[in-house]
């Protein structure tokens, strides 16, 4: 596909390796994808990562997306996408810009996992963050309930070592964001405060310390 085919739309998204999410919207660039993201890179320095921009190819909803690296504020390889799911999260992303639907939305369906899932995109098949984004870990990781829900009914309201709830909250996480995943963590107690952190957050339940190394999930 040329350029000439091509129609780019205002907003960019910026998924950074150490940084997390960075969304630029009202964006005037050089009509061209690889310049303006390098414009962009240039005055706000990431790390390795890529960023997703929806387009016009042909009359139909696409995205362009390009890959950087550490290296400096250099794409170093891009796709251009128009097939299957693609139009969906194109338009989720602009309509995410004219305010159409919250950011918690939007990001709850431009999660990394989403993505992998909808896009045949080898870039975002390939990318992780390093550590998990805060607002991720809060709010739109599906990780915390599905596991939530299995200790519930494997264990109920009863007494259960500590020690063995955290094992099976790290056997249990099936993480594909992150390097280093908050329920995979080598210290038992942290996995299980990391759970019960954000169980308190999203009002669905909590792990209580009782005694003699027991808690109790309610």
């Known amino acids: 596909m040329t350029k000439e085919d091509m129609r780019l739309k205002d907003t960019l998204i910026l998924f950074d390796r150490d940084s997390g999410v960075s969304v630029f919207q009202n ?41 950087y690296s550490h290296n ?14 693609v139009p969906k999260v194109s338009r989720l992303i602009v309509n995410y810009s004219r305010r159409k639907i919250s950011e918690r939305e939007a990001m709850e369906n431009l999660s990394i996992s989403l993505l992998k899932e909808k896009l045949r995109s080898e870039i975002i098949r390939g990318f992780k963050y390093y550590e998990c984004p805060i607002d991720h870990f809060f709010y739109t990781c599906s990780e915390f309930t599905r596991i939530y829900e299995g200790l519930k009914k494997r264990y109920g309201d009863q007494k259960v070592l500590y020690l063995k709830v ?15 995943c908050p329920l995979k963590v080598p210290n038992a107690f942290e996995r299980i405060y990391n759970l019960d952190r954000v169980l308190k957050v999203r009002g669905l339940g909590e792990i209580k310390f009782t005694c003699a190394g027991t808690v109790r999930l309610t």
């Open 27 to 67: 964006f005037r660039g050089y009509d061209d994808p690889i310049d303006d993201a390098e414009w962009i890179l240039e005055r706000n320095p990431k790390t390795k990562g890529f960023i997703l921009r929806p387009i016009s190819c042909g009359g139909r909803d696409g995205l362009w997306i390009g890959e």
């Open 72 to 85: 400096g504020n250099t794409i170093v390889r891009h796709e251009v996408l128009c097939d299957r799911e």
């Open 166 to 180: 955290a094992d099976d909250i790290r056997g249990a996480a099936e993480c594909s964001e992150a390097i280093i």
